[in-house]
């Protein structure tokens, strides 16, 4: 298409040429057949003759010359038309499916006018030549915000000959358009001053670059640093937070490989198991140490990724990371305070096992002998409840420093509780030495601790010993065994120390075996009632019983409930079975009062543990409406010590009990330190003479222990009932005193329900 165009040859030379041509040929002619006549020996006429056919021959020569170049000269002009359209036409399509807007302005006596625009001024602007005749039409167009920018730029013009702007032009169907255009001042000059121009939709660039300042601004605003290099590791660009945290600036780190940044503290294994990962997974992630170019280590959390293009060549890789130094460090403090104790500064439990593990293993190794001695203080709550916990601290604090004093160098010491202090006795020469080191410690606690100003502060302790290798062969278990030992140095007394023996834990197994035995006993329901008559004095007729519980494992001898009450109240298993006791209490009695019988008021026991239990009331309604029970027929045994270890939560309790008509009573009465103003305040219909003030009454104080508790009794109109009656003697001096009611082997020892039930029709009889 283009070869078009240099056919074009300017048409003034194709003017000259015909005519020179002309000249020379026909002027040679005329000249030589001239003198070749002149030169013949030919008559005149003859002459004239020849001259007349020459002049002929000249004519017709000429004209066929003529001719030809006219109609050469002619062709050319067609060829050159038809290039001429040819251009047009490329020139048209070209624009029209160009993605500029080309146009053309003339300066005018009007003004500056539109002179010509391209034919996608529609396609592109929505406009149409027509739409848009002058400057002045265009720059209404013009976004208000881009106005007073535009309208300076475009009168400036004429001194600057061009521009180049970028602004808002408002497109024919409503939305503005963000566009490019650059203008100059046009060489051709026709008369008029006239500017050639293009206009090119740049909306979607603008888009793009908007949503990359965005991006840019982003990854600068955040305090992870960012390095981005090429294939080949070189840094392209880094954020500024690259620069806050190693110190490098973009200029100083442009070219240079991340390594820049290298620590030297990390295996060349390291980095190819990083750069193999980030190839075979695109990713890495890690801890890294490296310096900053201040020369200071730091550690950080580094991201490695890579970036492909779309077939598949990496084309960058991308480095983002945090400075985790201080997170390191805080790290390190908060592993520093869970291994230590604030108070004693001696490392706590945790620890000192950390100490111990590598001596064992060393102790292994070498054959030596190590202890590990368990010092508790006796009621050291006593410390703080009487001087404050400010004083308790500064005991102990005290006692670290003195035992600490006594140890050697490679024995360890740690205050593994409140009151208790772990000792290591590391690389022992023999045996003996733990016995000396024992007495010296207890020598050590028994000297006061004092401060001005207070009294002198005297301390119990024990010692619970472990020998490493017979009592454990971890600090775990030697820490544990020397823990029990000094449990059961407690039973011994005070001031003492005891070895660790085997059956120390045996008895811990045994509490452990039991309590297992005891969860599946409740789900298997081995679990009896047993009923103990309840006698009224004056008649001697049965007027209640007490619900006890036992023990019958399938083919096992019965457990009396002393064997496991307390473990089932350690462990709260207590909950679940009392209220087992109290559904199997209801059922009994809604099947007795079925079958006719009357079996009077049925006590059942209470633990602490169920009386603290916020459902118990819930529960025993849901008793009672679901056997549709009267309520008076149960009646709530509370032993005295629970209900005085807070009275006034008791009491709240109580009252709640209360309102389910269910009767109260206190159980082991005597044993405890009742207090006579809650007595009167509590809400209860009977007490409970303990068996132990019954079994002596013949001891004076018993007998006036017991004829006290009456007296008071029936001051606030309670009932009173003695347990444990074994003689007819006890009987009859508590019937002397005007006791209500007994229960006691006398009459009856708790009975199976088939047993009570065949006492319970004779009685009924
Ligand atoms: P407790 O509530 O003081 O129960 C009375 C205990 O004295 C019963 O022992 C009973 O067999 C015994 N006993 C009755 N009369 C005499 C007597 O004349 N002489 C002698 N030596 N003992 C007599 P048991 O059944 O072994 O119960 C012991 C304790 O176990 C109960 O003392 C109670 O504290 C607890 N216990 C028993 N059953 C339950 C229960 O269902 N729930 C709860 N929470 N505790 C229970
Ligand atoms: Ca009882
Ligand atoms: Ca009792």
Request: charged share 25%; aromatic share 8%.
């Amino acid at each position: 298409m283009f070869d078009k165009f240099s056919q074009f040859r300017p048409l003034h030379k194709e003017v000259w040429r015909i005519p020179a041509i002309y000249f020379a040929v026909s002027g040679a002619w005329i000249l030589l057949s001239d003198t070749l006549l002149g030169a013949l020996p030919l008559p005149l006429d003859e002459l004239v003759w020849f001259s007349a056919a020459k002049g002929m021959a000249f004519v017709a020569f000429t004209t066929l010359l003529l001719f030809l170049l006219i109609r050469r000269a002619y062709r050319k002009q067609l060829k050159l038309e038809w290039a001429n359209q040819q251009s047009e036409q490329f020139l048209r399509e070209m624009l029209l499916a160009s993605p500029a807007v080309c146009y053309r302005l003339r300066n005018r006596e009007q003004g500056v006018v539109l002179d010509w625009i391209s034919d996608n001024s529609k396609r592109i602007l929505g406009y149409r030549a027509a739409q848009i005749p002058d400057i002045d039409s265009w720059l209404a167009l013009i976004h208000p915000d881009d106005q007073v920018r535009v309208r300076q730029v475009v009168a400036e013009t004429s001194k600057t000959r061009r521009y180049r702007q970028e602004y808002r032009v408002r497109h024919a169907d409503g939305r503005y358009l963000w566009v490019y255009d650059e203008l100059c001042l046009s060489d051709i000059q026709q008369g008029d001053r006239c500017y050639v121009g293009a206009i090119i939709d740049i909306s979607e660039q603008r888009q793009v670059q908007e949503r990359l300042r965005l991006n840019s601004a982003v990854i600068e605003s955040i305090h992870n640093g960012v390095v981005i290099t090429d294939p080949n590791g070189a840094i392209e660009w880094v954020n500024s937070a690259f620069t806050t945290i190693t110190g490098y600036s973009e200029a100083e780190v442009k070219g240079k490989n991340p390594h820049l940044l290298s620590s030297g503290h990390h295996e060349r294994e390291f980095f190819t198991h990083m750069w193999h990962a980030v190839a075979e997974e695109g990713f890495w992630a890690g801890e890294i140490m490296n310096r900053r170019r201040n020369g200071e280590l730091y550690v950080e959390w580094l991201t490695v990724s890579r970036l492909l293009d779309e077939r598949g060549k990496v084309t960058h890789y991308i480095g983002t990371f945090s400075d985790i130094s201080r997170l390191k460090s805080t790290e390190a403090r908060v592993q520093q305070l869970e291994n230590f104790d604030p108070v004693s500064k001696l490392p706590n439990r945790k620890g000192l096992l950390q100490q111990m593990t590598p001596a064992i293993e060393e102790g292994v190794k070498n054959g030596s002998l190590l202890a590990v001695l368990c010092l508790d203080i006796i009621d050291f709550k006593k410390v703080n409840d009487s001087f404050g916990h400010p004083v308790g601290d500064k005991v102990i604090r005290e006692i670290a420093h003195r035992l600490r004093q006594r140890l050697r160098d490679r024995d360890g010491i740690c205050r593994a509780s409140g009151d208790k202090f772990v000792i290591f006795l590391n690389q022992l020469a023999n045996p003996g030495g733990v016995d000396i080191v024992t007495k010296d410690l207890l020598a050590i606690m028994s000297q006061p601790v004092s401060f001005t100003g207070l009294m002198d502060i005297y301390l119990d302790v024990v010692i619970g010993i472990t020998l490493f290798p017979q009592d454990g062969e971890d600090s775990e278990t030697l820490l544990r065994n020397a823990e029990a030992a000094s449990n059961h140095a407690k039973f011994r007394g005070r001031n003492l120390a005891c070895y660790y023996s085997t059956d120390m834990t045996t008895v811990v197994s045994r509490k452990i075996e039991l309590e297992g035995r005891l969860r599946q006993a409740l789900q298997h329901q081995e679990f009896v009632l047993h009923y103990q008559p309840v006698v009224c004095m004056s008649s001697g007729r049965m007027v209640g019983a007490e619900a006890l519980i036992r023990w019958q494992p399938p083919g096992e001898k019965m457990i009396a409930p002393g064997e496991f009450i307390p473990l089932a109240e350690e462990t709260g298993l207590i909950v679940p079975m009392g209220e087992w006791i109290l559904r199997d209490v209801a059922r009994q009695l809604k099947a007795w009062l079925d079958a006719g019988l009357d079996p009077g008021v049925v006590a059942v026991n209470l633990s602490a543990r169920q009386m603290a239990q916020e459902n118990l009331v819930d529960v025993l309604r849901d008793v009672i409406t679901q056997h549709a029970i009267p309520p008076a027929l149960i009646e709530l045994e509370i032993t005295e010590t629970s209900l005085m270890s807070d009275a006034d939560a008791a009491l709240g309790i109580l009252n709640t009990l209360r309102t389910t008509g269910c009767k109260i009573a206190i159980d082991d009465f005597g044993t405890g330190y009742s207090s006579l103003a809650y007595l009167k305040r509590f809400p209860i219909d009977k007490i409970k003479i303990d068996r132990s003030f019954v079994m002596d009454l013949q001891e004076s104080r018993n007998g006036e222990i017991v004829h006290a508790i009456i007296s008071m009794a029936k001051a606030l109109r309670l009932d009173v009932q003695a347990e444990g009656v074994e003689t007819p003697e006890q009987r009859q001096w508590l019937q002397g005193m005007n006791c209500d009611t007994y229960q006691g082997y006398l009459f009856s020892r708790p009975l199976p329900v088939d047993s009570f039930e065949a006492m319970l029709r004779g009685d009924n009889a």
